[in-house]
């Protein structure tokens, strides 16, 4: 299987710019695509940002403009949003599949507090 932890995350000022990064391990070779999903207090789980290992990029269009997701690696996914709103105050969670439906695997979640 396949093992995600997260790093990042906290308290951020408004206006400021967020970090995280995710390190997958075990059968990364099974990894299609990694990304970072969120989850505001009383709304559902939404995408944020996803890659594939092809490159292909999808961004929520509530973040397009001022994030970017970087994979530097197979097994890494990185994501930046600048220009933070409290509207981007939730737990972001790091997420990784194989494409097929096959694997679908979730970070314990990080949590990303803006304040004014």
């Known amino acids: 299987q396949v093992q995600l932890v997260e790093s990042g995350g906290g308290l951020v000022q408004t206006g400021g710019t967020l970090r995280l990064s995710c390190a997958a391990s075990g059968m990364i070779s099974k990894i299609n695509a990694m990304g970072w999903y969120r989850q505001a207090p009383g709304k559902e789980r939404e995408l944020v940002a996803v890659?594939?290992?092809?490159?292909?990029e999808n961004y929520a269009d509530s973040v397009k403009g001022r994030c970017l997701i970087s994979r530097d690696r197979a097994d890494t996914v990185s994501l930046r949003i600048n220009s933070l709103k409290p509207e981007d105050t939730a737990v972001y969670y790091c997420?990784?599949?194989?494409?097929?439906?096959?694997?679908?695997?979730w970070g314990q979640g990080t949590r990303v507090t803006v304040f004014s």
């Open positions: 890659m594939t290992n092809g490159g292909v």
């Open positions: 997420y990784a599949d194989d494409g097929w439906g096959y694997l679908e695997v």
